[in-house]
């Protein structure tokens, strides 16, 4: 056939081949199902590490829980008779002698507390010592504390933040039922009455002293005197004041 034109053909080089890899699909699926796996593996032990350092905080705030309760509750106990008086820089405690009621104020400044408390222990720590109460306790913000001490024998009239260094009667300490005795106060006014050589008047200002002394601690009075032999029973008396207001309370000279 004629077209009415020529053509010409020329084969031209292939400066550069293209290499085509053709891949297995099987092979790329176990690949990516591989790094799958491993993805799977590591998320479950990043999983497990969270849940044990969990584990981990849980037992810590567990156990930080026992020992500020074992703490707690030494520190109810220990202030119950101890606390800190600010203005002064001292501690106090408050002792009771058990036989005859009589309570005692003991000062101690804070070298002297250590020492007397050092052994005290409310727990051990992960190396099985044991965790002093005493040092912890002196540090703590919140213990029993006082700004100042002074003496009020009226409680009510004691300035709050103030502890009343007034000793009650150790009279006052005994919370047992009252039995009366008719026979035991019939004896004891007689005895009051020897003292006053048996005058009525003597008798009755004495009594009236004695009941002021014991109702108004803070009020201050006059001071009897009693002269007499020896054997009369001034001192049995004096030992029946002591019984009731307090050794501390009943000061005895020899003149």
């Known amino acids: 056939l004629e077209f009415g034109f020529d053509i010409k053909w020329e084969i031209k080089p292939i400066e550069k081949f293209y290499e ?32 044990e350092i969990e584990y981990a905080n849980e037992k810590k705030k567990e156990i930080l829980k ?24 001292v501690y106090f405690e408050i002792s009771q002698n058990i036989m005859t009621k009589e309570q005692k104020l003991i000062v101690r ?19 099985g010592n044991p965790i002093s109460f005493i040092y912890d306790w002196v540090k703590d913000p919140d213990i029993r504390s006082y700004a100042n001490t ?43 009455k020897v003292l006053c050589n048996h005058e009525t008047e003597v008798y009755d200002y004495f009594m009236q002293w004695l009941a002021h002394l014991i109702i108004h601690p803070d009020q201050k009075s006059t001071c009897p005197v009693f002269i007499s032999d020896e054997g009369a029973g001034k001192g049995s008396f004096i030992e029946l004041l002591k019984r009731l207001l307090g050794h501390s309370k009943v000061l005895v000279t020899m003149s």
């Not at 053709?22 to 990043?46: A, G």
């Not at 400044?109 to 727990?123: G, R």
């Not at 006052?172 to 009051?192: A, C, K, M, S, V």
Request: hydrophobic letters at 30%.
């Open 20 to 51: 085509i890899e053709f891949v297995d699909p099987i092979i790329v699926d176990k690949e990516e199902e591989r790094e799958q796996k491993k993805e799977q593996k590591k998320l479950e032990k990043d999983l497990i590490k969270e849940k």
């Open 66 to 89: 026992i020992k500020c309760e074992k703490y707690s509750k030494m520190k109810t106990e220990f202030q119950k008779t101890h606390f800190k008086i600010i203005s002064k820089g």
């Open 109 to 127: 400044s804070k070298k002297q507390l250590l020492d007397a408390y050092e052994h005290m222990a409310y727990d051990v720590d992960k190396e």
């Open 150 to 192: 002074d003496v009020y024998p009226v409680d009510s009239k004691c300035p709050k933040n103030t502890f009343n260094m007034w000793i009650p009667f150790v009279m006052e300490q005994y919370n047992t039922p009252y039995t009366p005795d008719t026979e035991g106060r019939d004896f004891l006014l007689n005895h009051i």
